[in-house]
């Protein structure tokens, strides 16, 4: 049993900045990989980030230099932060996490719009 629960979505100017949290809960003793993935209106879902349980993190290229993804202290918490942000950023933001013999798991999204 396992629930993943993103927060920190909300209205930000282009410019401007923004960061995300998530929080993975339940019967969990590891996680080898966090990640977020984003889906905007009329679009499939795509890759943001990903980084792995030693800290290596990969980037889809649009947004190398812009955002960054870390895990807490605690890890089964997962960041990220974005910065200057466009207004092609607005999508739904899906924390997700592999957790060994378990599977895949996703969160429930949190909104993130950009205006211009």
């Known amino acids: 049993q396992v629930q993943l629960v993103e927060s920190g979505g909300g209205l930000v100017q282009a410019g401007g900045s923004l960061r995300l949290s998530c929080v993975a809960s339940?019967?969990?003793?590891?996680?080898?990989?966090m990640g977020w993935y984003r889906q905007a209106p009329g679009k499939q879902r795509e890759l943001v980030a990903t980084?792995?349980?030693?800290?290596?993190?990969n980037y889809a290229d649009s947004m190398k230099g812009r955002f960054a993804i870390a895990r807490g202290n605690a890890k089964n918490i997962l960041y990220l932060q974005m910065n200057s942000m466009k207004p092609e950023d607005t999508a739904v933001y899906y924390c997700?996490?592999?957790?060994?013999?378990?599977?895949?798991?996703w969160g429930q999204g949190t909104q993130v719009t950009v205006s211009s």
């Open positions: 997700w996490a592999r957790i060994p013999l378990r599977g895949d798991y």
């Open positions: 339940g019967t969990i003793f590891a996680i080898n990989t």
């Open positions: 980084i792995t349980g030693g800290g290596g993190a």
